[in-house]
């Protein structure tokens, strides 16, 4: 190479090395962070009770017939604890860590005789797992946000927790976003998401929106799982109007059949045979919730509507069990079942790490 080319070369280079640093030195001064001004305190550890009214439901299956009861109560308690793992100026990382546990009672539940309500009745429904947070400046106002869960769902305290695969009952999601923060009040951005929102797992597109649009109010959304109008009428009080999308899937084991459910069907299988099957669950809430901070760092929560059912059926994706040639071959589906809408309300009671807390515990 002569010795003017290579002048060149390491020009371009220079040159290049000069224009990243002043685009990266330049990035440093932008607000990149997705929140916005007014977004409502930030929950690190809640413990929070679910309660849904009675509701009626009904089930299809070309094996186990149809089926009609009616549920009495549906009642969930969570805990939840979110802590930071990694802050700097264009990198920030959070976790979680969460456990609930659903129980769903029907109603006259010893004259039962329908497999999966009889099942299903009573059964502790649990879930374990933790979440991972991302965020980190892209490029100037843009940003990179990433969420990844893993939990393990279902009835996994019982005896045939033994007969299966520990990952039987592992479900994960992920839903990554690319995003521009406009100005210190509003934020957007596209991204994917793989979830059982839907009760099903499904990859489908999201938009990410939040947006302070006047003194007190202000919108937030993460279509199509939810969207929230919010109102703070104080410093320590907000109000909010919600619609959002709950599902999730419980890998469980169903009771042993009777000895009238085997002398009417001798030719189909019990629900039992399987090793596990999947019940998956979606609805559709309509919802009004208030948000009081008793102190600037403990707060209370109290949200109630109405919820509409999407998704109530009983699959056989995760089964370790093959029917081949039967009438499982080719379908996942095995019992189709509806849910009637009713009401519900949820009671939280969680801490805001404010800044009279941190100070409290030593750490400011």
Not at 102 to 125: A, G, T, V, W
Not at 260 to 286: G, M, Q, V, W
């Amino acid at each position: 190479m002569s010795l003017r080319k290579l002048i060149v070369f390491l020009s371009f280079i220079i040159m290049g090395n000069c224009v990243s640093a002043q685009l990266y030195s330049d990035s440093t001064h932008y607000d990149w962070n997705p929140s916005v001004v007014g977004s409502g305190p930030v929950r690190g550890f809640e413990a929070s009770y679910t309660g849904v009214t009675g509701f009626d439901v009904g089930s299809k299956s070309e094996i186990y017939g149809d089926g009609k009861a009616k549920i009495d109560y549906n009642r969930i308690f969570k805990t939840k604890l979110r802590f930071p793992i990694l802050i700097k100026k264009n990198l920030k990382m959070a976790g979680s860590i969460e456990y609930s546990d659903e129980e769903i009672h029907f109603q006259n539940s010893e004259n039962i005789s329908y497999p999966f309500y009889r099942s299903l009745n009573d059964k502790n429904m649990k879930s374990l797992g933790g979440s991972l947070y991302l965020m980190t400046q892209w490029k100037r106002n843009r940003y990179f946000m990433l969420r990844f869960n893993a939990k393990l769902k279902g009835d996994y305290w019982k005896e045939h927790i033994g007969e299966v695969s520990k990952y039987t009952f592992l479900k994960m999601e992920v839903s990554p976003v690319i995003g521009w923060k406009v100005n210190k009040y509003k934020s957007w951005g596209l991204g994917v998401a793989f979830s059982y929102t839907f009760g099903d797992p499904l990859v489908f597109p999201i938009f990410a929106y939040n947006h302070t649009f006047a003194d007190k109010w202000g919108v937030v959304a993460f279509l199509p799982a939810k969207i929230k109008l919010r109102y703070q009428p104080s410093e320590l009080c907000f109000i909010s109007a919600k619609t959002y999308l709950k599902g999730g899937s419980y890998s469980i084991h169903f009771d042993e059949q009777t000895q009238s459910e085997e002398i009417l069907n001798p030719d189909n299988p019990a629900l039992s045979d399987f090793k596990t099957l999947e019940f998956r669950r979606s609805d559709i809430n309509f919802s009004l919730e208030i948000e009081k901070g008793i102190t600037d760092w403990l707060w209370l929560s109290f949200e109630g509507g109405y919820r509409s059912n999407i998704n109530f059926d009983v699959t056989n994706k995760n089964s370790t069990l093959s029917f081949s040639g039967s009438k499982f071959t080719n379908k996942d589906k095995i019992i189709d079942s509806y849910a009637k809408g009713g009401m519900f309300y949820n009671l939280t009671l969680f801490i805001v790490p404010s800044k009279s807390l941190l100070k409290k515990i030593g750490l400011e």
